[in-house]
Every structure is written in structure tokens, then in C-alpha cells.
């Protein structure tokens, strides 16, 4: 497809013209920055403009995947805008990958273009393939925003083409990368918008990361399209977290957000006084950070469920009953079972078993996995989300468990089997299981059991064990933990049962107050 850069001609592209569309006449403040600046929404346009055009001239095509491993700045941001308005597909990479990482996902999604820091570019060269290599600090500097040309159309794309591929992973196999489409990403942030009562009156504090698809599809995507502005800070910093709290209307983070605040006294009734709403999700919040939160502050916070898959699938309400340690019925158009795994029936409430949801929230499938793909739904459209889950007599989910045994630390999976082949591969052990416990921080903390090589002369300690994981995995994969066992326990199938782990240590990081 050819696009003339110069053509300025409405383009039937909903989610960019909902996104990218309504920024060039915003002359007021869009991002307010930590160092006092701020930037306007024209101002963000422009930049977004640039770096299409940029990426463009390097052979960037509709469809074609754009790879990004960058620092959060607004850079970043108006470097996922610009791939909508170009019609590419946009793939965010954690900055906490390393380069071994990066391989995988280079090699599988096959990017025309991958955009990383200076400092990493020497290192991703090698691996990076055919993709053309931009630089981006971590203030946004580099050859895309260094000015030039204007992309000032918008490609067409339908509903159905795909905007973003998220990489996911179950406890076994490689990683996949989920495909959600242009039609997904605004159907659940207008439902967002109008659920959590979001306009243009908003100051969103957004301390979240722009690579995970609550701080960019979730917080970033509802505030542009409610012409809402946001305080965006480069990362959680309690001083900034506080000092910005009582210019916000709205605030999105995870349980260690609020867990943070709550552990320092000048949080109260008055910093947090010019909130309407506090959102958690993306991990488990307890029950006893919720209370304390309402206790300190007098607001409720409002818990919700999504996932890579799907984004958001259920929410507390905003009008109604927040019900500590559920995630609230399903939002509106999104249709929510609890079944039995093996044969896919309902089952009746108060009783947990497998959840399944299907709406237009739902991903196109998984990146060239189409048999892994039909595998994960049901023949009536009703995907397979992994979790357990129980519903009450109001509609209200609560997730109780996740059947892959994924961890869910600080807001970021972290799959098992990958650190347990990185715990295998280091020399004196024999076999490991990783899994998570209950962290009052994170929601849950990296464990991880070993049995040792008898047959090795090494004997490694928890200590140079967790320092080796750290040099192979990013920070929040690495063990919090290590524990050292003659043996694992199994059941009758040899299958190591986690599930007893996760008991032993249930009371781990609540015994130690640990918060590392």
C-alpha cells in the first residue's frame, strides 16, 4: 500500500482517529512532566507526526511489526501513536529483557523496526535481524524525534486488523504473542471510559510502565480518549507518587502502589482528598490493603480483572457496591462463565472452577499459533482464560486461583518454566520448582525450591543463586527466595505439586514482613 505522507484526508481507522485524531487542536497540557514542564496535545501530535514519517522512510509498512524496548517518555507514547497512525503493528518490549530475551521475540514477531536505548544497541544489533535498529533515550532523544518530515495521514485499518502483539507464556513452551486488534483496544477503552466515568475533566496520575498493557491500553488509551490529561511520571517513586497526588483526579496502579502509600504517614484524607476514583489490578489486591486504603482515605478502592488476552473483562462498579477481594461483575458487553475445566459446564454459584469470557474485548488469536489459538476456545466463542474463578448471587467474580501456576509479582508475569530452566542450568542443581507466595507488596513473591546436584562438586548458596538468575532474567523474575529440599514433592503421575509448596511457604513474606 502506498500512502502519500502529504495527504491530510480522513482515513477510516477508528482507533487512530479516536487516538491520534483530536490531539492536533488540544493546546492545553496533555503531559504534565515530573520535572514541572508539561506537554501540550498539538505538541504530542507533531511528534507523533515525525516519528511515523521516520518510520516510514525506513521501509515501515501497514501490518508490518515495530518493536520498542524503550524507557517510558512521551517519546514512547507518540511512538505507539505513530504506528496507529501508520497503520503497524506495535509491539512493546519490558527495558528489563535481556538481550537473550529479545532474540526470541525478534525471531518470532520478525519487526521491520526495533527502537532501543543507546545503550542496548551494540548488544541487540546481533540479534536483531533484518529490522532496522533506532535509537530512543530515556528522554525521548534520538533520530525519530529529531524533526523532519510529517506523516500526516492516517492509514486505513478495519476493526479487525491487528494493532499490538503482546507476548504471553504459559508454564510450558515458548512464549506466545497475542494479537489484539484495533476493534479490541477501543471497544474496551470506550467501555472503560464510560464505566469508570473518565472525561475531559481528569488528571490521571500515571505512574504505571508504557510495555504492559495496563500503564498503554488501559490507563494511556482511556485518558486520549476522554480528552482527559495525565501527570506522567517516568516510573512508581513514592516522593513523586505523593507530591502529584493532590493535583490527580483519578489514579491507576497495582497493589504495590497503594501498599507503598499506605506504609508512609502522609498519606491521609487530605493528600488523597482531590481523588474521585483509585483503580488496582494487573495482581491480586488483599482485602486487608483494601480496608486499610478506606480507612486512611475514605475512598474504596475500585479492583478490576483483565488479562494479555483480553484486556479488561470485569470491574467493581463505580456507582454500587465495591466488594473487597472481587474484581466485580463483568463489564458491560463482555460475557463471563464459570465452568467445569474438563467439560465445559456451568457451574452453579459459590461453586470455583474454570473461567471463560467471550466479547469484543477478546483477542484474534495467538501470532502464527493458529492450532494453539483454536485449542484456547470454546466452539461458541468463549475463551479459555487459565484462572479459576467463583461468582457470587450479585455477578461478582473472584479469581481464586490460576490454573498454569503463573506468578503475578508486582504487576508482571513471571511464568515458571522459564526461571526453572535458568535455576536447572546452573551448575549444582539438580531440579527446581518455582511458584509464587502471598507478599503483602507485590501480591505475590518468586520462589524457588532446589534440589541439589549430589553429583556436583558445586554447592551454590541462596545468595550466589539468586545474583546468577539476575544476570541471566529481568529483576522481577528473579527468586525472592531459594530454598534447598532432598526432594520434591510429587504425586502419583511424578507431577511436582506446586500446590504443596504454595501452602508450606504461605505465610513466607508475611512472617518476614519482607518488602526486598
Known amino acids: 500500500m502506498t500512502i502519500d505522507p502529504t495527504s491530510a ?11 491520534c485524531a483530536p490531539l492536533a487542536s488540544r493546546g492545553g497540557p496533555l503531559l504534565h512532566l515530573e520535572d514541572g514542564s508539561s506537554r501540550t496535545g498539538a505538541e504530542v501530535d507533531g511528534e507523533t507526526r515525525r516519528i511515523a514519517a521516520a518510520l ?55 519487526p521491520a523496526a526495533l527502537v532501543c536505548d543507546p545503550r542496548r544497541a551494540a548488544g541487540l544489533s546481533a540479534v536483531a535481524g533484518g529490522a532496522t535498529i533506532f535509537e530512543m533515550d530515556a528522554d525521548g532523544r534520538g533520530p525519530l524525534t529529531a524533526g523532519g518530515a510529517a506523516f500526516d495521514a492516517i492509514t486505513p485499518r478495519s476493526p479487525d486488523d491487528v494493532a499490538t502483539i503482546l507476548y504471553t507464556s504459559g508454564t510450558t513452551g515458548r512464549a506466545k504473542g497475542a494479537m489484539l486488534s484495533h476493534g479490541n483496544l477501543l471497544a474496551n477503552a470506550e467501555t472503560l471510559r464510560a464505566c469508570w466515568r473518565f472525561t475531559a475533566e481528569d488528571v490521571l496520575l500515571h505512574a504505571l510502565p508504557l510495555f504492559h498493557a495496563h500503564g498503554l491500553y488501559v490507563a494511556a488509551n482511556v485518558s486520549l480518549l476522554a480528552g482527559a490529561q495525565m501527570i506522567f511520571l517516568p516510573k512508581f517513586e513514592l516522593e513523586s507518587l505523593l507530591a502529584a497526588l493532590p493535583r490527580a483526579t483519578a489514579l ?106 467471550r466479547g469484543p474485548n477478546v483477542f484474534k488469536g495467538y501470532w502464527r499459533m493458529p492450532a494453539k489459538t483454536a485449542s484456547e476456545f470454546r466452539e461458541d466463542g468463549f475463551f479459555i482464560t487459565g484462572d479459576l474463578a ?34 536447572d542450568a546452573l ?83 508475611v512472617e518476614t514482613g519482607d518488602r526486598a
Not at 484526508?9 to 487516538?19: C, E, G, I, T, V
Not at 512521551?74 to 518490549?93: E, H, V
Not at 490454573?403 to 504487576?411: E, N, R
Open 427 to 509: 551448575e549444582g542443581v539438580a531440579e527446581s520448582a518455582v511458584y509464587g507466595a502471598p507478599h503483602p507488596d507485590f501480591g505475590e513473591g518468586v520462589v524457588a525450591e532446589i534440589v541439589r546436584d549430589v553429583g556436583s562438586a558445586a554447592a551454590p548458596s541462596e545468595t550466589e543463586i539468586i545474583a546468577a538468575i539476575r544476570e541471566r532474567l529481568a529483576a522481577y523474575k528473579t527468586p525472592k527466595r531459594v530454598f534447598f529440599t532432598d526432594a520434591l514433592p510429587r504425586n502419583a503421575m511424578g507431577k511436582v505439586q506446586k500446590k504443596l509448596l504454595r501452602e508450606r511457604r504461605a505465610d513466607l513474606f
Open 390 to 423: 467463583q461468582v457470587d448471587a450479585d455477578g461478582y467474580l473472584t479469581i481464586v486461583g490460576r490454573a498454569k501456576d503463573l506468578v503475578i509479582s508486582g504487576g508482571y508475569n513471571v511464568y515458571p518454566k522459564e526461571v526453572e530452566d535458568a535455576l
Open 56 to 110: 516510514r522512510a525506513a521501509g515501515v509498512e501497514p501490518g508490518d511489526r515495530v518493536a520498542a524496548q524503550v524507557e517510558k517518555s512521551p517519546a514512547a507514547l507518540s511512538l505507539y501513536l505513530a504506528c496507529l497512525r501508520l497503520g503497524a503493528i506495535y509491539l512493546p518490549l519490558n527495558p528489563a529483557y535481556t538481550d537473550v530475551e529479545i532474540a526470541y521475540f525478534v525471531e518470532d514477531a520478525e
Open 252 to 357: 491507576m496502579g497495582v497493589p504495590t502502589f497503594y501498599t507503598r502509600l499506605l506504609a508512609d504517614p502522609r498519606l491521609s484524607r487530605e493528600t488523597a482528598g482531590h481523588l474521585r476514583v483509585a483503580i488496582s489490578g494487573s495482581a491480586p489486591l488483599f482485602a486487608s490493603t483494601w480496608e486499610a486504603f478506606k480507612a486512611r482515605t475514605g475512598l474504596e478502592i475500585l479492583e478490576r480483572y483483565g488479562m494479555t488476552e483480553t484486556s479488561m473483562n470485569a470491574s467493581n462498579p463505580y456507582e454500587g457496591a465495591r466488594k473487597p477481594g472481587t474484581v466485580g461483575p463483568p463489564l458491560p458487553g463482555v460475557e463471563a462463565r464459570v465452568v467445569d475445566a474438563d467439560s465445559g459446564a456451568p457451574l452453579p454459584v459459590g461453586e470455583a472452577g474454570a473461567l471463560e469470557v
Open 9 to 19: 484526508a480522513p482515513a477510516s481507522n477508528p482507533l487512530a482517529n479516536a487516538l
